[in-house]
Every structure is written in structure tokens, then in C-alpha cells.
């Protein structure tokens, strides 16, 4: 704890994202951070290439499982899921009811149906015009293999769609890896089939036994019936951390969210509390300044004194599409860094209505807290300056 606190004052941005935190780049499966990078044509493809590397490594008898939103123009991953089936990769994938949506492909069979038709039963979507166990959509973005490359039970959770709207080349996104991660990859597994069982059930939630641990993370799957877990954390973050020599410092909470509405009020005003007892509170989202409930987000966070910059689609195609929360101080007994991140937006649907996962990253492979909080924070920093058109290393 005296290291980590110590860090506290240290650490801050200077951390590079040169640094080996993503997967693609090993031979063996590696537990990691990845960010797309908008700016330039390598670090657009970051995410999508880490999750075709993993694919690509699935050796035949081995499982893959896949949940996702829009899954209509990515394909280079269909590819991957297609050429696996045929070396005998147990190949099953769930999609949003979306998905089979051609327009959003230009016209051309999507890459779900591509695979679909690779693996016959073994792909499904939600049913029109809901989730599979929520009422609005599959909003999930998550992949599960038995083994890939040497390593066993991965997961990949991250905030992309695999379509060009959800960021494939354009969107700031993150993901996460994790590898030989049993706890994770089991807690995934049962909602996996709990999807694929597509039984509705608006308290998923508390039927999977709330937040599920594996080793360094917790998840929590969705939707959830009553409470707000992100409102009931903000509302245990304390505005002050002591150092070990006494020094007093504000705690910071920074949130980077692709869509917030008002109608997740309990979140807004946790938020506006905090900012009022003195935290440090930063937004970085997106918001269509054409429509009114948009601006309405806009002009609650701003009348709470909350540092907002956000990307607007009429003016840059390079959104922020995450979905992570960040906070490097105290909540409740515990003074730290912590990190949430997964696919949920803080949307009222996205806690009661849709399939949506939630993982709270405290230790990711050899990366500490600290460590993931600072390349997070790395993120938020350069995709904020980007919106200005400044370029920063961290």
C-alpha cells in the first residue's frame, strides 16, 4: 500500500503506451490493456487486430464463444471465425438482431451472416427489437476461448463494435485480455449461455449471483432489476486521500462514455456531489449537439461545474466510444486506483434493459492497479487533447 500511495504523486501521465500491454504483439497469450488509436492508420486497427491475432491462435477442439452488438462490416474477423471453424474450432457466436441489417454494410451480406453460414446453428441472434435476455438489445462486446497460442480460458471484453460506427477504424475504443483466467472466463461462460438460452430475464444480474471475480477483476452482468452500481460506488468515493506524510489530496474521478442520458439521473448527481465536496470530476464523452436529449446530458454536467469535453459527430468522425471510469483516490476504506470499464454506457437501458457487461480491472496480468489507471488516464489525455487538435505523449 505505501508503494502504491506513494505513486499517487509520481506517476501521473508519463507512462507510454510503447509499453507490452497488448496481446497481439506475443506468442503466447498475454493478459493486457489495448487502445485504438484514431490518429493514425496503425493504431485505427489495434483492437480489431489483438481480437483476429487470438482467433487465429484457437487451435482445432478448442472453443470460441462471441457476443456482440453490430457485428456487419468487420470482415477481416468473420474471416478469422470462418477459417477457424474449418481447422475444427467449436465456433459460436451471438449477435444483436441488428447485425442482419445490410444497409449498414453498404448493401452486402454482413459478416455475421458470413459466418452464420459457416457454422449453421451454432450462430443466432437476439430476437427483432430486444436483447436476448434484455428487453432493448445485445449491447455486449466480448469474445471467450478455451485455448489459444498456449494459454487457456481467455476473454477479451472491450467497448468495440465490429462495425465502422462502432470504431472499427474511427472511434477511440479499449479492450481488455485476459489470459488463463479461469474465474473470468467461467462468470462469462454462464452469461454466454444464458444469452444463448435467449430466456427473457430483466434481473440477469441477480440470477448469475450479482459481481463475479476472477483473478484481478470483477464483472457484473446485465440488466440489473434495482440499484445502480456505478451511482452506489460514486456515492462511497470520499473527496480526500491522505498520503503517509500527512499531505492531503483531492480524490479524481474521470469517466470517458460513449452515450450518458439524464435518465440516469442517480449517476449525474453522484457525479455533481463529488464535484461540490471538492473531487476532481472530468467527462469525456460524446454528444450530438443536434439533438436535445444530448444537450440536455451537456448542460446538467456542465451546471454541476463538471469538466465536460465531448466529440461531436458533426464536426469529427474520431468519437469516444469506451466505456471506462476511472478513479485514483478513496472509496469507502480502501485509497487506490481503480478502473472500471466493459460495454455498458451510462444509460438508463444500459442498466435495466439491455445485455451489457461491467468489469472492474484490478490487476490485469503483471499490470497493477496503478500501472492500468495510468494507461488509462494516458488515453483519456490524448484523446481529450485530440479534440482540440493537439497531440500529447504520456
Not at 12 to 33: D, F, H, N
Amino acid at each position: 500500500m505505501r508503494r502504491i500511495l506513494a505513486a499517487f504523486v509520481t506517476l501521473g501521465c508519463v507512462v507510454s503506451l510503447a509499453a507490452p500491454v497488448e496481446a497481439a504483439a506475443a506468442k503466447k497469450i498475454k493478459s493486457g490493456i489495448v487502445f485504438n488509436d484514431p490518429r493514425t492508420r496503425a493504431g485505427a486497427t489495434k483492437v480489431e487486430n489483438a481480437i483476429v491475432s487470438v482467433i487465429k491462435g484457437a487451435p482445432g477442439g478448442s472453443k470460441i464463444r462471441m457476443s456482440m452488438y453490430q457485428f456487419t462490416d468487420a470482415y477481416i474477423v468473420a474471416n478469422a471465425l470462418i477459417a477457424a471453424k474449418k481447422r475444427g474450432v467449436d465456433v459460436r457466436i451471438i449477435a444483436d438482431h441488428t447485425s442482419l441489417d445490410r444497409w449498414r454494410a453498404g448493401g452486402k451480406t454482413t459478416a455475421y451472416e458470413k459466418v452464420a453460414a459457416a457454422v449453421g446453428g451454432k450462430a443466432k441472434t437476439c430476437p427483432a427489437g430486444r436483447g436476448c435476455v434484455g428487453k432493448q438489445m445485445n449491447h455486449n462486446k466480448f469474445f471467450l476461448f478455451s485455448r489459444s497460442r498456449g494459454s487457456k480460458n481467455v476473454v477479451i471484453q472491450t467497448s468495440q463494435n465490429l462495425m465502422q460506427t462502432g470504431g472499427l477504424t474511427t472511434d477511440w475504443n479499449d479492450a481488455v485480455v485476459l489470459a488463463d483466467n479461469p474465474g473470468a472466463y467461467n462468470a462469462y461462460n454462464r452469461y454466454f449461455n444464458a444469452l444463448w438460452a435467449g430466456k427473457s430475464n430483466l434481473n440477469i444480474w441477480k440470477t448469475l449471483g450479482g459481481p463475479a471475480n476472477g483473478a484481478g477483476v470483477t464483472v457484473q452482468f446485465f440488466p440489473k432489476a434495482s440499484g445502480d452500481p456505478v451511482a452506489g460506488m460514486l456515492n462511497k468515493v470520499s473527496c480526500t486521500w491522505v498520503d503517509y506524510g500527512g499531505g492531503k489530496h483531492p480524490t479524481e474521478v474521470r469517466m470517458a462514455m460513449s452515450d450518458i442520458n439524464v435518465q440516469r439521473e442517480w449517476v449525474l448527481s453522484a457525479l455533481t456531489k463529488l464535484k461540490k465536496k471538492g473531487c476532481v470530476v472530468e467527462v469525456l464523452t460524446t454528444i450530438d449537439t443536434r439533438k436535445a436529449p444530448e444537450q440536455a446530458v451537456l448542460n446538467v454536467l456542465r451546471a454541476g461545474g463538471i469538466t465536460t469535453d465531448y466529440a461531436d459527430p458533426n464536426r469529427t468522425q474520431n468519437l469516444m466510444h469506451s466505456k471506462y471510469i476511472l478513479v485514483k483516490g478513496r472509496v469507502g476504506k480502501r485509497t487506490g486506483f481503480f478502473i472500471w470499464t466493459g460495454s455498458a454506457n451510462m444509460t438508463f437501458g444500459a442498466l435495466r434493459s439491455s445485455d451489457e457487461t461491467m468489469i472492474q480491472l484490478k490487476r490485469v496480468g503483471t499490470l497493477k492497479s496503478a500501472k492500468i489507471h495510468a494507461l488509462y488516464l494516458c488515453n483519456f489525455r490524448k484523446a481529450r487533447a485530440f479534440l482540440y487538435g493537439q497531440r500529447i505523449s504520456c
